[in-house]
T-cell receptor, first 111, second 116 residues
Framework: QKEVEQNSGPLSVPEGAIASLNCTYSDRVSQSFFWYRQYSGKSPELIMSIYSNGDKEDGRFTAQLNKASQYVSLLIRDSQPSDSATYLCAVTRGNFNKFYFGSGTKLNVKP | DGGITQSPKYLFRKEGQNVTLSCEQNLNHDAMYWYRQDPGQGLRLIYYSQIVNDFQKGDIAEGYSVSREKKESFPLTVTSAQKNPTAFYLC???????????????FGDGTRLSIL
């Protein structure tokens, strides 16, 4: 079983719609959760960090964490063509400094 | 501005040759990491280091070597033993969990390595 699992997509949404990206993780002691956006040919850039259950909003982005169900999601409101990218979910746990990355979900926002 | 600098952006390796990828950071981060990314794939951890003069193997360390002689530098050598080195290599750094609890990683712009 992979540490972090994401649907590879592609997820296609029309411009202006809400894009919902999901991620599940296997280790219950995971404590820190991150979403990265990676444009084709570029390096990942951090979008959101979330550490406790519930929602965290930053502009058009909302991260949701449910530790009991071991999933974390990213909502993108008013999706724009510039949001088209691969979104990586990452998880860390305890005193280990290793980051566990999912394989990413490719998002296409159609004009 | 603080950040992570990887060089070169593009690198070509001949058969039987070792090549070294540079990674320098001025974020004052203790932890540094090397990842490999193949087309359409996720990140795979090669090596990581939590402190100067110490490093650990990741999931795909065979054919690679690293050193950590200075806090700001973590070079990766791709040896001739790595038979399929063509990939996008990413260096990252972070503040260790013990210091500030679960801080994210920050990435350099990457080095694209190809075989001649």
């Amino acid at each position: 079983q992979k540490e972090v699992e994401q649907n590879s997509g592609p997820l296609s949404v029309p411009e202006g719609a809400i894009a919902s990206l999901n991620c599940t993780y296997s280790d219950r002691v995971s404590q820190s959760f991150f979403w990265y956006r990676q444009y084709s040919g570029k390096s990942p850039e951090l979008i959101m960090s979330i550490y406790s259950n519930g929602d965290k909003e930053d502009g058009r982005f909302t991260a949701q964490l449910n530790k009991a169900s071991q999933y974390v999601s990213l909502l993108i409101r008013d999706s724009q063509p510039s949001d088209s990218a691969t979104y990586l979910c990452a998880v860390t746990r305890g005193n280990f400094n290793k980051f566990y990355f999912g394989s990413g979900t490719k998002l296409n926002v159609k004009p | 501005d603080g950040g992570i600098t990887q060089s070169p952006k593009y690198l070509f390796r001949k058969e039987g040759q070792n090549v070294t990828l540079s990674c320098e950071q001025n974020l004052n981060h203790d932890a540094m990491y090397w990842y490999r990314q193949d087309p359409g794939q996720g990140l795979r951890l090669i090596y990581y280091s939590q402190i100067v003069n110490d490093f650990q193997k990741g999931d795909i360390a065979e054919g690679y070597s690293v050193s950590r002689e200075k806090k700001e530098s973590f070079p990766l050598t791709v040896t001739s033993a790595q038979k399929n080195p063509t990939a996008f290599y990413l260096c990252a750094s972070s503040i260790p969990f013990r210091d500030r609890g679960g801080q994210p990683q920050h990435f350099g712009d990457g080095t694209r390595l190809s075989i001649l």
